[in-house]
């Protein structure tokens, strides 16, 4: 069964610059999670949208944006990046809000 | 705002034997959904089971189940028959009917003994 897919896996930048993450839903889900994981902490929400829309809005930073494009795909850039920007940042579909279903994650470093 | 409580940070198990994670959560919404969630090294976050508030049966997934006590607002886990690959840290999440995210509970870090 398809799988939600997160691109890139690892990615490494330094202090100020740019990272976009991607997140491709599972086919037929309507709507898209993002959440941060950093270190020996549980995942917080940041952002979430329904049908290309922002729906919900956690704790992101300013610095970060995000949006569904029409093909549902989503994408999570991150500006202005600091040190503890560092961490697993997870995106997840679902479908009418039912089961909340993770990709494998795109684990982001600064330096 | 809903809230999720692992209490116990650390179980250890031994293999074959059983374990029972704890979670309990507090809301005011009377539909909603209930979740254990298994991150293992890996990173991954792997579904285990998923509870219905709406439901009174308790929900079974092969060697997993749930202890879902409603009143109480409890939601605790059962590994039956522990296998090393059980090891893993352990998210306990509530997600509610009209709202969109997972909040998830601190975890619990599960090691099974050989």
């Known amino acids: 069964a398809a799988g939600v897919i997160q691109s890139p896996r690892h990615l490494i930048k330094e202090k100020r610059e740019t990272a976009t993450l991607k997140c491709y839903p599972i086919p037929r889900h309507d709507t898209v999670y993002w959440y941060q994981q950093g270190p020996g902490q549980d995942p917080q929400f940041l952002i979430s949208?329904?049908?290309?829309?922002?729906?919900d809005k956690g704790s992101i930073p300013d610095r970060f944006s995000a949006q569904q494009f029409s093909d549902y795909h989503s994408e999570l850039n991150m500006s202005s990046l600091e040190l503890g920007d560092s961490a697993l940042y997870f995106c997840a579909s679902s479908f009418r809000g039912n089961t909340i279903y993770f990709g494998e994650g795109s684990w982001l470093t600064v330096v | 705002a809903q809230t999720v409580t692992q209490s116990q940070p650390e179980m250890s198990v031994q293999e074959a034997e059983t374990v029972t994670l704890s979670c309990t959560y507090d809301t005011s919404e009377s539909d909603y959904y209930l979740f254990w969630y298994k991150q293992p090294p890996s990173r991954q976050m792997i579904l285990v089971i998923r509870?219905?508030?709406?439901?009174?049966q308790n929900a079974t997934e092969n060697r997993f189940s749930v202890n879902f006590q409603k009143a109480a607002k409890s939601f605790s886990l059962k590994i039956s028959d522990s296998q090393l690959g059980d090891a893993a840290m352990y998210f306990c999440a509530y997600k509610g009917s009209s709202g969109d995210k997972l909040t998830f509970g601190t975890g619990t870090r599960l090691a099974v003994r050989p």
């Open positions: 949208f329904y049908e290309k829309m922002q729906s």
């Open positions: 509870q219905e508030a709406y439901k009174q």
